[in-house]
């Protein structure tokens, strides 16, 4: 009984054709609040409208508001697999190791010799390239520093188009993240890259790493630098041509057949180290396996 | 139907439908059993037969051997305590009622999750969410638990009282012993003062009366004696029945019941049965429950499949699943309300209104009827002499508990000899020790209306004791039925009158009999024609006052006939009791309270009908009703309107009385419509000589009509009553246990005003509830649009379940409590009670200003100045709104950690994730600075703040607690690894105010129409 009252109670929420409600409410009722509501969103989104206006007005073309979150930058490298920091390969089968050279080839053409001159300027290395606006002045738009992909000597992919993946030789090329203003190195010190086998966890307080493991590594630059002269960066809307500087690392003799865990790091005396729980800023891990049996 | 139809006290109570009700099979044919007629015999029987039954002996007693062995059979002498809910099962209760079952899905689907993503990924990142939301449901479930457990606290100290004793004569000694350990076949002694050990049947007693009224409702004390006058045990004078009081006198008696088997436990018994309904607050919180659930869980259902037809894997649909779930979810609510009725209660319990259950708070507040027992709870419960006939004029006392009433000339000589009399011709005495308290409060040890004479005089005369010391008393005729007086004979005051005084008082009828002069001015006038005639007129007006009026008289012996030294016999008369010399009438009557008038008045202003069930006399009754505007003044019943026109009751229109005084003889052939009838056309209405069951058929009668009711008593025999109705409140003082078992509420005072402070908190409560409810509610919805924006423009999330807890737990709940401490807007006890099918808690309107908003737009104030805050922060930091739609896939990459944002610079996982954690603690940073204003809007719902004032210290010391909460949140260290908040920049806080205004503004001018326009579309449609 109660159920037919229900479902009857229902239908004439829904409908109901004495009083002609739809849902509880008359044509001019649903009219009236709707009209309410439109009002007063459209005085909402106004008032939202206006006040992000104002915020956009405060803001800076070039430069963000805060960095403090970037004090550390990130370190990336490439090539770069799906999901994980992991380069693994058989130098038997060219598929596997064709991907990455790929990537590297991808990567790299901005930086080729051709588009550098043609775009960027030569600049005196090993001090910073400042470009300073006087006052109100916009000293804009601002040059940058030729990066050629020569640079990179034996992992530039020009002589060996493989970048030493087949003979069990890989270049990893390693990058600092972009920072505007960042000026990194301190009294004409250079920031440097250096490689190392990391320590990992393999158990409950037991540790280790595959130093034994790394071998010999070269790196292009030499000394794994980034140049003064890239530095500081004013924004992709002031400095559209900006070139990233590059470091590549290049393993020589590493054991093949096992798991290289192999983390690098930025050198700079003014460039804290990062938080623990940050495992990207001004470092970045991988890990290596060539196997070829 | 089912009802007992007779006169006597049957202690059916429950309705059919018990019996139908197919879960307490096994129950039902305990109850039936219990319905019928009491099984008692034993008052039939002759002594000897009983003491065969029970195997024990008129004089030795049971031997303790048999004692010992009946003990085990019978299990003590004690009520059952009604069947309590184990401990952990209200725990569990607690930890899975509501909408915990909701959280606790989260955290499993949460756990679950983790277990996943542990399983796949070696450096699952912690498992925070579900072990937090575990945390709230254990810690709202603890605090639920024990709040509910403080408050059956309170009973506790309720059963504990002093153990009671008895005087059972076992193998021919007597022994004190434990009542708990009587058993049947005892043979106990009673004595004036003690407490009847268990149901006995009276084998020889000596002046023994009993105090039947927590029984019976009778409050007049009963005569026992060892033969069987009536039937039916419960009215024949040789059974006493436990837990009833021996008034005076002493009775030896064997023991018949015991136990549950006793009267008195069977009606416990069947009272515990009965079953009660929800409270209204605990119906709207259901139906709230449901609401929310519903929108949840369907919400909840939708944005998992949009997600999974979006292209998100399912581990991450879940996520969201669980994220809006938890939006949704006010969690911190039902806390609060428990708050806020604990408050309420603790309040309440100041003014003397002890409250139980908690939910009775606010059921209080909604009663509109209420059903009040007479004695004790309208009236002192205390004979009072009320009026004094005497010179030929009615003179009234003071009656009022402070003696702060009218005072009458006591200078009359007539008044010194009816003084005079009333003190002598009186047993009644002070108990000794009370010498610091006032008259009216010093314990008396005689009866009633003896006690009302002896306060009287020793208010008016000073001390009685000095005046009996004076005139020593030589003989006495104590009163007896047959004589219908009392009568003493004293030496005089004076040392040289030899003469004797002899002084009687009795039924006004009698003592005139006695008499041929009558005393005037002082001076003794032959009692003419005239002067009876006068005399009958006040008898009848005093007894018209529903008073009980006695006649003094006195003579002073002539020394002739009755030298010093006289002999009195009182056995066979040897003096005069004829030609005494009539003095006057007194007449007494137990006085309403003082505040009782006041209140009733208040109820009827707030729309509570009030309606007196007694057992009383329907005079009595009336008068008492008239006394305390229970029938309000010019207002008359059928038979005063038949009086005055003259006319028989039968042609009177029932329609034109508003008042009624119905009989429960009457009652009793009423069918169903003709008592609705009655509870619908009068609104001033009394019962009077009611039995238990009728007490049960009016509140059943007025619940049928829709009424919420209210009821008060104070004996056993109203307890299937206040059991029965919406809210039952007890009397702590002459309440009897079982009556304080079954209600909710109990009155420390016994005083009816206290029910009214009682409604008044309640109504206070409920409007202030509202309040707390809009408030949480209008901070939870925001929390959900986050995740709708982050679902389907694909920007990062703007708040996480973390910190949507931390709303909803954290600094919300103090301001949200705050509230309750809010001050009427209005004089709320000039309103009608609400209607509980119509003024709901949550009323759809709450529902759709809160939930409309989602529905149409994603948009409100609250979660408006919540974005702002969070786009600012992003664009501060680099990524501008522009390069954040859409950025959601990368964002959300931990393997991509050379993130570009709009200024071309690149940031890690780690890196964003710190600014996305900022923004969730500068969205719930906004909330908060926004529910400042929201806090202030919902102080009130009609006048605008600036009529309402700030005085509210609790609101305020919330505010300053949610901001101090917040900062701490964001500023603590540590609390990025804990709960991952982040520090504020200063000028981030201030985002939210633009919103914070406009919501004050919006809703001042929405309180200004709705003042502006009582009734106009604005109200009706944003009212809630």
Same mark, same amino acid.
């Given at each position: 009984?109660?159920?037919?009252?229900?479902?009857?109670?229902?239908?004439?929420?829904?409908?109901?054709?004495?009083?002609?409600?739809?849902?509880?409410?008359?044509?001019?009722?649903?009219?009236?609040?709707?009209?309410?509501?439109?009002?007063?969103? #459209?005085?909402?989104?106004?008032?939202?409208?206006?006040?992000?206006?104002?915020?956009?007005?405060?803001?800076?073309?070039?430069?963000?508001?805060?960095?403090?979150?970037?004090?550390?930058?990130?370190?990336?490298?490439?090539?770069?697999?799906?999901?994980?920091?992991?380069?693994?390969?058989?130098?038997?089968?060219?598929?596997?190791?064709?991907?990455?050279?790929?990537?590297?080839?991808?990567?790299?053409?901005?930086?080729?010799?051709?588009?550098?001159?043609?775009?960027?300027?030569?600049?005196?290395?090993?001090?910073?390239?400042?470009?300073?606006?006087?006052?109100?002045?916009?000293?804009?738009?601002?040059?940058?520093?030729?990066?050629?992909?020569?640079?990179?000597?034996?992992?530039?992919?020009?002589?060996?188009?493989?970048?030493?993946?087949?003979?069990?030789?890989?270049?990893?090329?390693?990058?600092?993240?972009?920072?505007?203003?960042?000026?990194?190195?301190?009294?004409?010190?250079?920031?440097?890259?250096?490689?190392?086998?990391?320590?990992?966890?393999?158990?409950?307080?037991?540790?280790?790493?595959?130093?034994?493991?790394?071998?010999?590594?070269?790196?292009?630059?030499?000394?794994?630098?980034?140049?003064?002269?890239?530095?500081?960066?004013?924004?992709?809307?002031?400095?559209?041509?900006?070139?990233?500087?590059?470091?590549?690392?290049?393993?020589?003799?590493?054991?093949?057949?096992?798991?290289?865990?192999?983390?690098?790091?930025?050198?700079?005396?003014?460039?804290?180290?990062?938080?623990?729980?940050?495992?990207?800023?001004?470092?970045?891990?991988?890990?290596?396996?060539?196997?070829?049996? | 139907?089912?009802?007992?139809?007779?006169?006597?006290?049957?202690?059916?109570?429950?309705?059919?439908?018990?019996?139908?009700?197919?879960?307490?099979?096994?129950?039902?044919?305990?109850?039936?059993? %219990?319905?019928?007629?009491?099984?008692?015999?034993?008052?039939?029987?002759?002594?000897?037969?009983?003491?065969?039954?029970?195997?024990?002996?008129?004089?030795?007693?049971?031997?303790?051997?048999?004692?010992?062995?009946?003990? #085990?059979?019978?299990?003590?002498?004690?009520?059952?305590?009604?069947?309590?809910?184990?401990?952990?099962?209200?725990?569990?209760?607690?930890?899975?009622?509501?909408?915990?079952?909701?959280?606790?899905?989260?955290?499993?689907?949460?756990?679950?999750?983790?277990?996943?993503?542990?399983?796949?990924?070696?450096?699952?990142?912690?498992?925070?969410?579900?072990?937090?939301?575990?945390?709230?449901?254990?810690? @709202?479930?603890?605090?639920?638990?024990?709040?509910?457990?403080?408050?059956?606290?309170?009973?506790?100290?309720?059963?504990?009282?002093?153990?009671?004793?008895?005087?059972?004569?076992?193998?021919?000694?007597?022994?004190?012993?434990?009542?708990?350990?009587?058993?049947?076949?005892?043979?106990?002694?009673?004595?004036?003062?003690?407490?009847?050990?268990?149901?006995?049947?009276?084998?020889?007693?000596?002046?023994?009366?009993?105090?039947?009224?927590?029984?019976?409702?009778?409050?007049?004390?009963?005569?026992?004696?060892?033969?069987?006058?009536?039937?039916?045990?419960?009215?024949?004078?040789?059974?006493?029945?436990?837990?009833?009081?021996?008034?005076?006198?002493?009775?030896?008696?064997?023991?018949?019941?015991?136990?549950?088997?006793?009267?008195?436990?069977?009606?416990?018994?069947?009272?515990?049965?009965?079953?009660?309904?929800?409270?209204?607050?605990?119906?709207?919180?259901?139906?709230?429950?449901?609401? #929310?659930?519903?929108?949840?869980?369907?919400?909840?259902?939708?944005?998992?499949?949009?997600?999974?037809?979006?292209?998100?894997?399912?581990?991450?649909?879940?996520?969201?699943?669980?994220?809006?779930?938890?939006?949704?979810?006010?969690?911190?609510?039902?806390?609060?309300?428990?708050?806020?009725? @604990?408050?309420?209660?603790?309040?309440?319990?100041?003014?003397?209104?002890?409250?139980?259950?908690?939910?009775?708070?606010?059921?209080?507040?909604?009663?509109?009827? =209420?059903?009040?027992?007479?004695?004790?709870?309208?009236?002192?419960?205390?004979?009072?002499?009320?009026?004094?006939?005497?010179?030929?004029?009615?003179?009234?006392?003071?009656?009022?508990?402070?003696?702060?009433?009218?005072?009458?000339?006591?200078?009359?000589?007539?008044?010194?000899?009816?003084?005079?009399?009333?003190?002598?011709?009186?047993?009644?005495?002070?108990?000794?020790?009370?010498?610091?308290?006032?008259?009216?409060?010093?314990?008396?040890?005689?009866?009633?209306?003896?006690?009302?004479?002896?306060?009287?005089?020793? %208010?008016?005369?000073?001390?009685?004791?000095?005046?009996?010391?004076?005139?020593?008393?030589?003989?006495?005729?104590?009163?007896?039925?047959?004589?219908?007086?009392?009568?003493?004979?004293?030496?005089?005051?004076?040392?040289?009158?030899?003469?004797?005084?002899?002084?009687?008082?009795?039924?006004?009828?009698?003592?005139?009999?006695?008499?041929?002069?009558?005393?005037?001015?002082?001076?003794?006038?032959?009692?003419?024609?005239?002067?009876?005639?006068?005399?009958?007129?006040?008898?009848?007006?005093?007894?018209?006052?529903?008073?009980?009026?006695?006649?003094?008289?006195?003579?002073?012996?002539?020394?002739?006939?009755?030298?010093?030294?006289?002999?009195?016999?009182?056995?066979?008369?040897?003096?005069?009791?004829?030609?005494?010399?009539?003095?006057?009438?007194?007449?007494?009557?137990?006085?309403?309270?003082?505040?009782?008038?006041?209140?009733?008045?208040?109820?009827?202003?707030?729309?509570?009908?009030?309606?007196?069930? @007694?057992?009383?006399?329907?005079?009595?009754?009336?008068?008492?009703?008239?006394?305390?505007?229970? =029938?309000?003044?010019?207002?008359?019943?059928?038979?005063?309107?038949?009086?005055?026109?003259?006319?028989?009751?039968?042609?009177?229109?029932?329609?034109?009385?508003?008042?009624?005084?119905?009989?429960?003889?009457?009652?009793?052939?009423?069918?169903?419509?003709?008592?609705?009838?009655?509870?619908?056309?009068?609104?001033?209405?009394?019962?009077?000589?009611?039995?238990?069951?009728?007490?049960?058929?009016?509140?059943?009668?007025?619940?049928?009509?829709?009424?919420?009711?209210?009821?008060?008593?104070?004996?056993?025999?109203?307890?299937?009553?206040?059991?029965?109705?919406?809210?039952?409140?007890?009397?702590?003082?002459?309440?009897?246990?079982?009556?304080?078992?079954?209600?909710?509420?109990?009155?420390?005072?016994?005083?009816?005003?206290?029910?009214?402070?009682?409604?008044?908190?309640?109504?206070?409560?409920?409007?202030?509830?509202?309040?707390?409810?809009?408030?949480?509610?209008?901070?939870?919805?925001?929390?959900?649009?986050?995740?709708?924006?982050?679902?389907?423009?694909?920007?990062?999330?703007?708040?996480?379940?973390?910190?949507?807890?931390?709303?909803?737990?954290?600094?919300?709940?103090?301001?949200?409590?705050?509230?309750?401490?809010?001050?009427?807007?209005?004089?709320?006890?000039?309103?009608?009670?609400?209607?509980?099918?119509?003024?709901?808690?949550?009323?759809?309107?709450?529902?759709?200003?809160?939930?409309?908003?989602?529905?149409?737009?994603?948009?409100?104030?609250?979660?408006?100045?919540?974005?702002?805050?969070?786009?600012? =922060?992003?664009?501060?930091?680099?990524?501008?709104?522009?390069?954040?739609?859409?950025?959601?896939?990368?964002?959300?990459?931990?393997?991509?950690?050379?993130?570009?944002?709009?200024?071309?610079?690149?940031?890690?996982?780690?890196?964003?994730?710190?600014?996305?954690?900022?923004?969730?603690?500068?969205?719930?940073?906004? #909330?908060?600075?926004?529910?400042?204003?929201?806090?202030?809007?919902?102080? @009130?719902?009609?006048?605008?703040?600036?009529?309402?004032?700030?005085?509210?210290?609790?609101?305020?010391?919330?505010?300053?607690?949610?901001?101090?909460?917040?900062?701490?949140?964001?500023?603590?260290?540590?609390?990025?690894?804990?709960?991952?908040?982040?520090?504020?920049?200063?000028?981030?806080?201030?985002?939210?105010?633009?919103?914070?205004?406009?919501?004050?503004?919006?809703?001042?001018?929405?309180?200004?129409?709705?003042?502006?326009?009582?009734?106009?579309?604005?109200?009706?449609?944003?009212?809630?």
């Amino acid at each position: 009984m109660s159920k037919d009252g229900e479902k009857s109670g229902w239908k004439e929420y829904i409908w109901n054709p004495r009083t002609r409600e739809f849902m509880g409410r008359t044509a001019s009722s649903w009219g009236l609040i709707l009209l309410f509501y439109v009002v007063f969103y #459209i005085f909402l989104a106004g008032l939202f409208a206006l006040t992000m206006y104002v915020m956009l007005q405060t803001l800076d073309d070039y430069k963000p508001t805060w960095q403090d979150r970037l004090a550390t930058p990130g370190m990336v490298i490439r090539p770069k697999s799906d999901e994980t920091y992991e380069i693994v390969y058989d130098t038997r089968n060219t598929e596997t190791w064709d991907l990455y050279a790929q990537a590297l080839d991808k990567f790299l053409t901005p930086y080729n010799n051709s588009l550098q001159t043609e775009k960027n300027k030569e600049c005196t290395p090993d001090e910073y390239f400042l470009q300073e606006d006087t006052g109100d002045v916009k000293n804009n738009p601002k040059r940058s520093c030729q990066f050629n992909r020569t640079i990179l000597e034996a992992c530039s992919g020009i002589n060996d188009r493989y970048y030493g993946y087949q003979i069990g030789q890989p270049c990893i090329i390693i990058k600092l993240n972009r920072v505007i203003g960042m000026l990194p190195g301190k009294d004409g010190q250079a920031p440097f890259v250096t490689c190392a086998a990391k320590k990992y966890k393999i158990g409950k307080d037991q540790w280790r790493e595959d130093t034994d493991k790394i071998g010999e590594m070269v790196y292009f630059p030499p000394n794994g630098i980034f140049n003064l002269m890239y530095y500081p960066y004013y924004g992709k809307k002031a400095q559209v041509n900006y070139s990233q500087p590059l470091v590549a690392v290049k393993f020589l003799n590493i054991t093949t057949n096992e798991d290289v865990n192999i983390e690098c790091r930025i050198n700079a005396t003014n460039i804290p180290i990062g938080s623990e729980r940050d495992k990207f800023a001004g470092r970045v891990s991988f890990k290596l396996r060539i196997n070829t049996k | 139907m089912g009802y007992g139809r007779s006169d006597s006290y049957r202690v059916a109570t429950t309705q059919d439908k018990d019996d139908r009700s197919p879960k307490k099979k096994k129950g039902a044919k305990d109850m039936d059993d %219990l319905k019928k007629e009491v099984p008692i015999t034993e008052h039939k029987m002759s002594i000897e037969e009983v003491c065969r039954k029970y195997q024990t002996d008129i004089v030795q007693g049971l031997t303790n051997a048999k004692a010992a062995e009946y003990l #085990i059979r019978d299990g003590p002498n004690a009520l059952t305590p009604p069947p309590t809910t184990p401990e952990w099962v209200k725990f569990c209760r607690q930890l899975f009622g509501g909408f915990s079952v909701l959280l606790w899905t989260g955290a499993i689907l949460c756990f679950l999750a983790y277990a996943i993503q542990a399983a796949t990924e070696d450096d699952p990142a912690g498992d925070n969410v579900s072990i937090v939301l575990t945390a709230v449901v254990v810690i @709202t479930g603890c605090f639920s638990y024990f709040q509910e457990a403080k408050s059956s606290k309170i009973m506790e100290s309720f059963k504990n009282m002093v153990p009671q004793q008895a005087l059972v004569i076992r193998e021919g000694e007597k022994v004190q012993i434990n009542a708990e350990e009587v058993v049947g076949g005892d043979l106990v002694e009673v004595k004036g003062g003690d407490r009847i050990p268990a149901d006995i049947r009276v084998v020889s007693a000596h002046g023994c009366k009993v105090d039947n009224s927590s029984l019976t409702g009778e409050s007049e004390p009963q005569s026992r004696s060892p033969d069987c006058t009536h039937d039916n045990p419960l009215e024949t004078r040789n059974i006493a029945f436990f837990s009833t009081n021996c008034v005076e006198g002493t009775a030896r008696g064997i023991v018949i019941c015991t136990g549950d088997n006793t009267v008195m436990g069977r009606i416990a018994t069947l009272t515990s049965g009965l079953e009660t309904g929800k409270t209204p607050i605990a119906k709207e919180i259901e139906h709230f429950i449901h609401i #929310i659930t519903g929108v949840a869980v369907f919400l909840g259902l939708t944005f998992f499949i949009l997600a999974i037809v979006l292209g998100y894997s399912w581990l991450e649909a879940v996520i969201f699943l669980i994220g809006i779930i938890v939006a949704n979810v006010p969690e911190g609510l039902l806390a609060t309300v428990t708050v806020c009725l @604990t408050l309420t209660a603790k309040r309440m319990a100041k003014k003397n209104c002890l409250v139980k259950n908690l939910e009775a708070v606010e059921t209080l507040g909604s009663t509109s009827t =209420i059903c009040s027992d007479k004695t004790g709870t309208l009236t002192q419960n205390r004979m009072t002499v009320a009026h004094m006939w005497f010179d030929n004029q009615i003179h009234e006392a003071d009656t009022t508990e402070d003696q702060s009433g009218a005072s009458f000339d006591k200078s009359s000589i007539t008044w010194i000899s009816l003084a005079r009399v009333a003190a002598l011709c009186n047993r009644a005495q002070f108990k000794a020790g009370q010498d610091q308290l006032p008259i009216l409060k010093r314990d008396v040890a005689g009866d009633a209306s003896e006690s009302a004479l002896l306060k009287c005089i020793e %208010l008016s005369c000073g001390s009685v004791r000095a005046m009996r010391d004076r005139n020593k008393k030589v003989a006495e005729i104590p009163f007896n039925s047959t004589n219908k007086y009392q009568l003493s004979v004293h030496e005089t005051e004076d040392l040289n009158d030899n003469r004797y005084l002899l002084v009687m008082k009795g039924a006004p009828e009698r003592v005139l009999e006695c008499c041929s002069t009558i005393l005037v001015q002082g001076k003794e006038q032959p009692l003419d024609e005239e002067l009876k005639e006068a005399f009958q007129n006040a008898y009848m007006e005093l007894g018209g006052l529903g008073e009980r009026v006695l006649g003094f008289c006195h003579v002073l012996l002539p020394e002739d006939q009755y030298p010093k030294g006289f002999a009195f016999d009182t056995d066979d008369v040897n003096f005069q009791t004829k030609d005494l010399c009539f003095v006057g009438l007194m007449s007494m009557i137990d006085p309403p309270r003082a505040a009782v008038p006041d209140a009733v008045g208040k109820c009827r202003s707030a729309g509570i009908k009030v309606i007196m069930v @007694t057992g009383d006399h329907p005079i009595t009754a009336k008068a008492i009703a008239k006394g305390v505007g229970i =029938i309000s003044e010019g207002n008359e019943t059928v038979e005063d309107i038949a009086a005055r026109l003259n006319i028989p009751v039968s042609q009177v229109n029932p329609r034109d009385a508003k008042a009624c005084v119905c009989h429960g003889t009457d009652l009793k052939d009423l069918s169903q419509d003709q008592m609705d009838d009655i509870l619908r056309n009068h609104t001033e209405i009394v019962f009077a000589r009611t039995s238990p069951q009728q007490k049960l058929i009016i509140v059943e009668g007025c619940q049928r009509l829709g009424a919420i009711v209210a009821v008060t008593g104070d004996g056993v025999n109203d307890s299937p009553a206040l059991k029965k109705a919406d809210i039952g409140v007890a009397m702590g003082i002459s309440g009897s246990d079982v009556s304080k078992q079954a209600a909710d509420m109990i009155l420390l005072d016994d005083n009816f005003a206290s029910i009214v402070t009682g409604v008044e908190e309640g109504r206070l409560i409920f409007d202030n509830l509202k309040k707390s409810i809009a408030y949480t509610l209008t901070s939870n919805i925001p929390e959900i649009t986050p995740f709708l924006l982050f679902i389907i423009v694909n920007i990062p999330l703007p708040l996480g379940t973390i910190t949507i807890l931390c709303i909803d737990l954290g600094t919300d709940m103090v301001p949200a409590i705050s509230l309750a401490y809010e001050a009427a807007e209005s004089d709320i006890m000039k309103r009608q009670p609400r209607n509980p099918f119509r003024d709901k808690l949550v009323n759809e309107r709450l529902i759709s200003i809160a939930y409309g908003q989602i529905v149409i737009v994603c948009l409100n104030p609250h979660a408006l100045g919540g974005f702002f805050a969070y786009f600012v =922060i992003l664009a501060e930091n680099g990524f501008l709104p522009t390069t954040l739609v859409g950025i959601r896939l990368n964002w959300d990459d931990r393997s991509c950690n050379d993130l570009e944002d709009t200024y071309g610079q690149q940031w890690t996982y780690e890196q964003r994730k710190i600014v996305e954690f900022t923004c969730h603690t500068a969205f719930f940073v906004s #909330i908060v600075v926004v529910q400042w204003a929201d806090v202030i809007i919902c102080k @009130t719902r009609r006048n605008s703040v600036f009529q309402q004032g700030m005085r509210n210290k609790i609101l305020i010391f919330g505010l300053f607690e949610e901001t101090a909460l917040a900062a701490f949140l964001s500023y603590c260290p540590g609390m990025d690894v804990a709960l991952r908040m982040y520090p504020l920049k200063p000028s981030w806080w201030f985002c939210a105010f633009p919103y914070s205004f406009l919501i004050f503004v919006y809703d001042e001018v929405r309180k200004l129409l709705i003042r502006r326009n009582p009734g106009g579309w604005v109200e009706r449609e944003t009212y809630y």
